[in-house]
Each structure stands twice: as C-alpha cells, then as structure tokens.
C-alpha cells in the first residue's frame, strides 16, 4: 500500500526548486521551503511570486487559487523545520560535496520512513545515498525546467533504494499530473544522456566556424521542429550548468563525445555563462533577459558586398516527391520552371501532382485560381537535359547515387551556358565529388531542401572548397525570395541537420541496446522532457531505419569518430528487413 505522502519539503529556492514548489502547492500538498539565508528565502518567494503572477495573467490560475497555493507554503531558513516532512527534495546547485552534507543533515531530522529525493540531473544518486545511514530510502526525483509546465519526471533507481520508495515517489508524480518514467543510476539518465551530447556536438560546430551560431539554431528549429536551437538552448541552461553535466558524464562514460568542448570551459571561466549573466552564445539586453541583441558576431547581409547572378530561369532533373516539391516551389515564386524527367509518363505525373497540390492550395484559401493557373504557366515538361542549355539555374534531385549525380553533372557541364549555377540537393553526399567532374567547379553548390519542400523553410546551402562567393550569396539571395531560410555551411557529411540529428538518434538506439529504458520511455523523456515533436524512435520509424543507417554510415566513415558507429541493432534490424512505417515494422510493428 503506498505511503500517504501529504506535507513535502523542497531544499533550494532557485528556478528548479521554486517550480517544484509551485508544482506541490498547485495539487494540493503543503510545502516547507527552505534557502540558506533569510535573503535566499526572499529571493525564492519572488521567484514563486513573480511565476504565479504570470499564471494568473495567462488565466492558468484564479487570483483565489493563487491566493490558496501561497498559503499551503512555509518559507524557512532553518533544515530542522523539515521534520514532519513525509518527502524531502533536494535542489540545490550540481556540486556532490553539498548534496552529501544536505543529505546527512537531513538523514538526522526527518522521519525514519520519510523519502529522501535528489532533484540531481547529472550526478550519481548511489553517492548521495550513501551519505545517509539509510541509503535505502533515497531516490532520484529529476524534474525538467520549468518544472510547472514540462510534464517528465525521471525517477532514479540505486542499487539498494527500497522498491516500495520507487512506486511511491512514481505515484507522487503522476498525482501532480507528471509523466513519470524509472531508470537507473547513470550519468545523464535518459533526456540529458542524449540532449547533452547533441548540444556538445552543436558547440564543436560553432567552434571550428563549420557555421554560425545563428544558422546552427535556425537549422535545428526549421528543420527538426525543436522549440530551440541548440546554443541558445546552451544559454538558458547555463553554460556552467552544462560543463558540469557533460563532464559528469565523461567521467562516468568515458564517451569523447561527451568531453565539454574547450570552448564551454573558457566562457564559463571568462563568466559568459548564458542568458543568467547577460552573455552567453548570444548578448542579451541584460542579465536574466531572453531579450537578444547585436553584437560582434551578428552576421551583416553579405550580399551587399558581392554583385549577384541572375536568376530567372529553373531546370529540376528529377520526378520523385522532392524534385515535384521543388518544381512546384519555383513555379509558385515566379520563376520559369524546365523539369526533366526519365520519361513522358513522369513528365505528366509530375505536372498532375503539382496541379493536384496547387489545387489544395486553392480549396484551403492560400493561393487563388490566378496564382494557381500563373504557376502551372511557367512548367514546361521534359525528357531532354538538352532542353536546359538556357537555364540560370539548375537543381539536381535524382536519387542518392554518386555515380549517378557525377553522370549527370558531366552532362549538365556540357548542356548548360556558361555562368548558369549547377546545385545539388543531396543529403548526405559529397558536394565536391559532383563538382569534380566538371570544368566549373565554382559554379557548383548544395542546395538541400527538405521534404516537403513545399512546406519546410529550411534550405542547407553547401559551399565546397572551390564554390565562388557570388554563387553563394547568389543562391541565399534565392533562397530568400522563395519564402526558404538559407543557413550556409562547408562540404562535409551531414551538414548542419542531419551531423547533429542522426548522432543523437544512434545514441538513442544503443541506450535502447543497453536495456537502459524502453522504446516508449524513451521517446517519452525526449518529447514531454524536451520538447521534440517526436521521440528519436518515432522519428527513426518515419525516416526509414535504412536510409537512417545509410546516412549515420557517411558519418562515421566522415568523422572517423568512434561514437558515431552505427548501433549494432540498428544494423540488424535493416538486415531483418525491418525498415520502420514503410514495411509496417521497425522499432515498434504497425496494422
């Protein structure tokens, strides 16, 4: 039978603990708060105050209610106060050494059979237990920021905590409306162990200046759909907060992908810790504002200094979903529009699923039957790449085959006039192997849509070694007239999205290998944790488990880089021939 848990204690009165304040006071429970000093405590009700006032603003909570919830909270500076306490969580900041002390404080006052938790996102619930003289009874309770709006809540399993201790903290959570999900005692847990290794892996980006800090987080946010790119992720975090997080799990892992990247240790010994000081990745307006402004590194628009090429004419070689995406893109936008398919057949195809999307377009109310009738207008239809020898601009969308792109671009280089921009809009492939093969490497470029490109903002604008400026500035210039949001990085595998995605998503396959959390819990922690609008399995599911093996392949033959190996499970499932949504079976099996 669960224990009746109905006074809690909450240690530390930052962010994290007055949310957790928030989050008890809100269901119903009574709450001993404690900070250190008398002015901590001041500064906590603040804190507490200033977040139901929003509440309240927002019409989430009644002025009564909030009225109500302040009154179930006793505001101390003295631990003693805890003592009729049936649950005690600790929130203080990651340093073990305090968490150890507060711990064995607390093992003296509480009662015999009250539960300890540790709010600990990073560090070993096991070391803090043992501080105790009952280690038995202490377990993680690691909620997300801000604690009253983010729904995931880890609770941490030792290798002695009672079970009993578990089922209780996990019932707790689901009566304050939580999504709870029990692991063990590892470095990171499940939401941290794989958000923090993408964040890291973001920062050794815009270290080596692979690409902004600006197209790293648009990328991330236009072509993932996660609530926030990954620096300024990094800056409301804190970046002291993440160094010590990864290299938590360094020490614990051994992971080289986890080492803090240099970069992290020398902002946060220079004090540029986040949004909290005022700079971090980004200026902000203040200390604490999540108000950006400009400052040294904010890009200036490039195109100013470089006379563009113009651009008023299109051929698309290709006939599938992204070459018609693109095709229907330009003709929407204005541009004269050559497509070249295989055969007459796709050529017809083409045209009636873009007159069947436009139609859609008009039945919905986002285009009108001009604008509809004006972009079918502007195609023409062909099986000839000599009918390109006009063109400003072509775009190549064939499949993901070297030899077969690098056949092409021969024949794009002898068809196409002088001075016309040859992109590709490979994913995973080399930009300059397909440039090779020509005799104007220059006017070469990715040109990376995503699917559906009628829908998605994002383009990846590749530059290789020998891409002239103006065709760069060019292309962004493009870009930005068809509604796209260029973010423009070097010829390397993956580019910005898929190098940081598809690591991530690998990294989410071994913990499932590792039997650390299942499917669900997993894809749970990353939605409900984080934010994601899918879990990594979902996602892998809808991707397509072979093309996700195939491009986390490029990857590690790219980067040499141990921890970007493909999962073995990964590589077993593709062999079963179990490739997710499109064969009814992958990580999980659909009707």
Do not use: W
């Not at 502007?378 to 690098?406: F, H």
């Amino acid at each position: 039978m669960a224990r009746e848990i109905s006074t809690v204690g909450v240690i530390g009165l930052g962010t994290m603990g007055a949310g957790i304040v928030e989050v008890f006071a809100r269901n119903g429970l009574s709450v001993v708060a404690v900070e250190a000093s008398p002015e901590g405590v001041e500064k906590g009700k603040g804190v507490l105050q200033h977040s139901t006032d929003r509440a309240v603003t927002r019409g989430k909570l009644t002025a009564e209610d909030q009225d109500v919830l302040h009154d179930r909270i006793r505001f101390t500076a003295d631990l003693a106060d805890l003592a009729e306490c049936d649950l005690v969580v600790e929130a203080v900041p990651e340093h073990l050494d305090l968490k150890r002390q507060i711990f064995a404080r607390l093992d003296e006052i509480v009662k015999p059979d009250a539960i300890l938790a540790t709010n600990t996102s990073s560090l070993s619930v096991t070391e803090i237990s043992v501080a105790t003289h009952n280690p038995r009874r202490v377990v993680g309770m690691h909620f997300f920021n801000p604690a009253p709006v983010l729904k995931f809540v880890e609770v941490i399993r030792t290798v002695v905590v009672e079970d009993e201790v578990v089922e209780d903290v996990k019932a707790l959570a689901e009566r304050l409306g939580k999504k709870p999900v029990v692991v063990g005692d590892k470095a990171g847990f499940i939401a941290n162990a794989l958000l923090f290794g993408y964040l890291n892996h973001a920062v050794s980006m815009f270290e080596s200046r692979y690409a902004t800090r600006e197209d790293i987080d648009a990328a991330m946010q236009l072509g993932c759909g996660l609530p926030m790119g990954p620096l300024a992720l990094m800056d409301l975090i804190g970046l002291d907060t993440a160094y010590e997080i990864l290299d938590t799990m360094y020490k614990q892992g051994r992971d080289r992908l986890h080492a803090p990247s240099p970069v992290l240790k020398q902002m946060v010994t220079a004090g540029l810790k986040g949004r909290k000081t005022g700079r971090g990745f980004y200026t902000y307006d203040e200390p604490g504002s999540s108000k950006v402004v400009a400052d040294h590194l904010t890009p200036h628009d490039g195109e100013a200094h470089v006379a563009l090429r113009e651009v008023r004419t299109v051929g698309v070689v290709g006939s599938g979903t992204m070459a018609t995406g693109i095709v229907e893109v330009f003709a929407k936008a204005g541009y004269d529009v050559t497509y070249v398919a295989r055969s007459q057949a796709k050529v017809e195809a083409v045209r009636a699923a873009i007159a069947k999307s436009l139609e859609k377009a008009v039945q919905r109310g986002k285009l009108d039957e001009v604008a509809r009738d004006a972009a079918l207008g502007r195609l023409t239809g062909t099986t000839s790449l000599d009918d390109l020898a006009r063109v400003d601009l072509v775009v190549e969308a064939v499949v993901e085959d070297l030899k077969v792109k690098q056949a092409l671009f021969e024949n794009l280089d002898e068809i196409c006039k002088p001075g016309a921009i040859l992109a590709t809009t490979t994913s995973s492939l080399p930009v300059i192997e397909c440039a090779s093969v020509t005799k104007r490497p220059q006017d070469v470029v990715g040109m990376h849509f995503f699917n559906p490109a009628q829908i998605m903002k994002l383009v990846e604008v590749v530059h290789t070694v020998s891409t002239d400026d103006d065709v760069v500035a060019t292309v962004q210039h493009l870009c930005r007239d068809l509604g796209k949001h260029p973010v423009t990085c070097g010829d390397r595998a993956g580019f910005i999205v898929n190098a940081l995605l598809f690591p991530y998503l690998n990294d989410a396959v071994k913990m499932l290998e590792a039997h650390y959390a299942s499917v669900d819990d997993i894809d749970t922690a990353m939605k409900t944790g984080c934010g994601y609008p899918m879990g990594p399995f979902e996602l892998l599911d809808v991707v397509g488990l072979d093309v996700s093996l195939a491009i986390q392949r490029e990857l590690y033959l790219e980067f040499r880089e141990r921890g970007f190996a493909p999962a073995p499970l990964l590589e077993h499932l593709v062999t079963a021939g179990y490739l997710g949504r499109k064969t009814g079976r992958g990580f999980r099996t659909y009707a």
